[in-house]
Each structure stands twice: as structure tokens, then as C-alpha cells.
């Protein structure tokens, strides 16, 4: 069982709306969550970081963390064609510990 | 300030021959990492470097070799390429001293194609 949860999708929105990228993970012992995004044929670029239960927002970009759930997302609000790209998940135990990655969702922005 | 750097960007082997892909940070981290990328699979961990000296298998590190050469620089070898091994190889780095430092940077990536 993959221990991080992606739907790969192609998930295919409007520009202009709201794209939400959902992950789960199966180790309740995890304290670091991140978003990174993937244009293709280039290498990951770190979106944002969240440590604690609740929203982090950041411009566009809102990260969410329910810890009780195990289950984080990502919100993109008013979405552009630049935004059209993979969103890996990325779960960790903390500090040098290894980080797992979901195989990443693939977001499809159109104009 | 470069960042994570990878050399080469591209390469192409014969199966059975060797190979080394280079990584080196200038952002003083402590640990460094090397991911392999295929389709459908996502990123998986070949090694990992906690700290200078130290190194450990991660996910697949079945056909592969590394070193920590210095506290900037991580290496990953091939002995003997298989086909199998035909990926997009990336390098990262994290600061690792605790809870906020342990984000990772990425290099730009090697892509080699084993025949």
C-alpha cells in the first residue's frame, strides 16, 4: 500500500476557478506535510509547508492539514494556465527523516 | 548562489557500463538525497546522507552506490547499467537541523537512457 495517496488524475479546471489537490497518508507519526509542483520536464519546486492541524495560506496557494483524518490539501484559488503542472505530496516523520512522496496529481488549467 | 547542481544533464550507456552522476549544494545543508523519477511510480529515495559520514539505503537501492564526499557534495554510482535504471535522477538537499529545515531542494535532474 502506497503510504502517500495521490489521485493522478489529470484534473482538468476553468481558468479563474478554485483547484483543490487532496492527499492522504497512512503514518499517523508524521509531522511534516508539503506541496511541491512539477512542471514537466523540470524538477520539483517546493509551493508550501505545513506542520501544525488547520489553514496555512499563502497568495493563491491555501494548504490544509486535519492530522485526526490523515488527509491534506491543497487549494488554488483563481487558477491560471501557469498553474498547469503535477502537485506532488510530500509526507515526512520530521527533520532528516525520510520523506515519501505521492505519485502526484496532474492539473490541467483551461484557458 | 546555484542552489543544488547535478551534472550530467543528459547521458546515455550501454547496459553493463558504469557511471557516476555528481551533486553538490551550496546552501551549507547537512543532509542530501537521491530520488529516481519514472512514470506512474513517482519519486522514490534510492540513498539518503543524514550528515557528512553517514549514508543509508532508502527505497531502491538495489544496483547503486553513493558517497558523501564532503559535507556539499553526494555522489551516485552505477556499477554496471541495466535497463531498468533508464529514469530521471534528481538530488536534493535539506537543512535537517529540525521541525521548518526539513524541506527539500531539488536539483535540475539527469536523465539517463540505459540500451
Known amino acids: 500500500q502506497k503510504e502517500v495517496e495521490q489521485n493522478s488524475g489529470p484534473l482538468s479546471v476553468p481558468e479563474g476557478a478554485i483547484a483543490s489537490l487532496n492527499c492522504t497518508y497512512s503514518?499517523?507519526?508524521?509531522?511534516?506535510f508539503f506541496w511541491y509542483r512539477q512542471y514537466s520536464g523540470k524538477s520539483p519546486e517546493l509551493i508550501m509547508s505545513i506542520y501544525s492541524n488547520g489553514d496555512k495560506e499563502d497568495g493563491r496557494f491555501t494548504a490544509q492539514l486535519n492530522k485526526a483524518s490523515q488527509y491534506v490539501s491543497l487549494l488554488i484559488r483563481d487558477s491560471q494556465p501557469s498553474d498547469s503542472a503535477t502537485y506532488l505530496c510530500?509526507?515526512?516523520?520530521?527533520?532528516?527523516?525520510?520523506?515519501?512522496f505521492g505519485i502526484g496529481t496532474k492539473l490541467q488549467v483551461i484557458p | 548562489n546555484a542552489g543544488v547542481t547535478q551534472t550530467p544533464k543528459f547521458q546515455v550507456l550501454k547496459t553493463g557500463q558504469s557511471m557516476t552522476l555528481q551533486c553538490a549544494q551550496d546552501m551549507n545543508h547537512n543532509s542530501m538525497y537521491w530520488y529516481r523519477q519514472d512514470p506512474g511510480m513517482g519519486l522514490r529515495l534510492i540513498y539518503y546522507?543524514?550528515?557528512?559520514?553517514?549514508?543509508d539505503k532508502g527505497e531502491v537501492p538495489n544496483g547503486y552506490n553513493v558517497s558523501r564526499l564532503n559535507k556539499r557534495e553526494f555522489s551516485l554510482r552505477l556499477e554496471s547499467a541495466a535497463p531498468s535504471q533508464t529514469s530521471v535522477y534528481f538530488c536534493?538537499?535539506?537543512?535537517?537541523?529540525?521541525?521548518?529545515?526539513?524541506?527539500?531542494?531539488f536539483g535540475p535532474g539527469t536523465r539517463l537512457t540505459v540500451l
Open positions: 503514518d499517523r507519526g508524521s509531522q511534516s
Open positions: 510530500a509526507v515526512a516523520a520530521g527533520g532528516y527523516q525520510k520523506v515519501t
Open positions: 546522507s543524514a550528515s557528512e559520514g553517514t549514508t
Open positions: 536534493a538537499s535539506s537543512e535537517s537541523g529540525g521541525m521548518g529545515t526539513d524541506t527539500q531542494y
